[in-house]
């Protein structure tokens, strides 16, 4: 195999990781945000009828949120569907552009890094911190969204670099 077939399977192999990885998240998003809905309908109810609200529904649907937010914009990362001002991008030779791409996804990759090394650590240290309202939740799950979406986001840029074309 020459080089850049060799290229071609790694990022054809890492794509359909990456597919995996999203249709997953896409569920789980799903599932969460159904489930989100679901507590703060019954809590709702509980409340203003029965006078007898769900303690831990804020508690919940707060891990949930946060998830669904984090999660949520890997995905829309990964869709090429976040806000972009891209005057100066398009008006600049493809050469340049490739640059760019260089540039911004080494940043991200960096920053990204960063949060899925101090985000493990800092999840290894909450983990023992439980809810004062759900005896049972760790706080560290709570923290394991942002390593976990790190980690996402770090995996796709790895496949952009494969992508970055200089001509």
Known sequence: MTSEENKHFLKSALDAILKKITGGIN????????????ILGVNIVMRFLFDNPI????????YAYIYI????????YIEDSHAQI?????AVPKKV??????????CMMFLCGILVIFGT???????????PVVKGLSIGVL????????????FFLIIKMLEVKFN
């Open 27 to 38: 569920v789980f998003l799903f599932f969460i945000l159904t489930a989100m809905g679901l």
């Open 55 to 62: 303690a831990w529904s804020n508690v919940v649907t707060r």
């Open 69 to 76: 937010v984090l999660l949520g914009t890997a995905i829309s």
């Open 86 to 90: 891209d005057f100066v991008y398009a």
């Open 97 to 106: 552009q490739g640059v760019f791409d260089t540039i911004h996804y080494l």
């Open 121 to 131: 650590k800092h999840v290894i240290t909450m983990w023992p911190v439980h809810s």
């Open 143 to 154: 923290y394991l969204s942002v390593p976990v979406s790190a980690a996402v986001i770090l």
